[in-house]
């Protein structure tokens, strides 16, 4: 069954504490928070002190997505805020391995990260070390972006890639554009943890909607 992880970057942010605890009533596997720093890419979203306000309403996941330049430096700040996964871009400017390490000595998931034009064979020096990794299926940087078909290769080459190296706990993400008309493409690709936006956070019932994204 495929696992659920709404992107909090699609809720009321007007209302946001509320939004997570409706999302974990809904049936939500974690929830997806999308850090921008404006550098890495073209846009800003929240930072360290909003998660720890939030992680203090709710035990769900929270899978922290760091779509910024030195991911290195906020270890430890999104360490102390309460996150379980932090996943960061290997487009970075970090030392992967040692962000890895750092993450890890915190007792956190480490995932990495690939942008779209980004291939398959830049995660593989680093598998043994990661419990996720996370396809862009849309440029990062914006929600309610359409779903890119053509990543469905790239996730399939490191399923493959994980399953000759004896790596079957390690989750393949999909985030962007995930849907009714998309999720279905991921699942069969192998994808593991579908963040899903607008299509979850704006369904008339979040919870049906969550319940049939996981039925696939």
């Known amino acids: 069954m495929i696992k659920i992880s709404p992107s909090i970057l699609s809720c009321d942010f007007s209302k946001m504490g509320d939004e997570l605890i409706r999302m974990e009533q809904s049936g939500a596997d974690m929830v997806h928070f999308d850090i921008m720093d404006g550098h890495f890419v073209p846009n800003i979203t929240i930072g360290a002190p909003v998660v720890k306000c939030l992680r203090n309403l709710s035990d769900i996941t929270i899978d922290v997505h760091l779509m910024i330049s030195d991911p290195l430096k906020y270890i430890d700040d999104f360490a102390d805020a309460g996150a379980d996964i932090i996943t960061f871009h290997v487009e970075c ?124």
């Not at 390490?101 to 956190?108: E, L, M, Y």
């Not at 699942?187 to 996981?214: H, M, N, Q």
């Open 93 to 216: 400017d970090s030392d992967i391995d040692d962000t890895i390490a750092k993450i890890k000595s915190r007792g956190i998931k480490p995932g990495l990260v690939l942008k779209p034009n980004t291939p398959a064979w830049t995660v593989f020096p680093y598998l043994e070390k990661l419990d996720l990794v996370l396809v862009m299926t849309v440029e990062p940087g914006f929600g309610g972006q359409s779903f890119m078909p053509e990543m469905m290769p790239k996730v399939k080459e490191i399923k493959r890639e994980c399953q000759r190296r004896g790596l079957n706990n390690i989750l393949i993400e999909a985030d962007g554009g995930i849907g009714r008309d998309t999720i279905e493409q991921a699942s069969e690709a192998g994808v593991d943890v579908c963040v899903a936006g607008t299509a979850v956070f704006r369904a008339a019932d979040p919870a049906k909607a969550i319940e049939l994204f996981k039925s696939f």
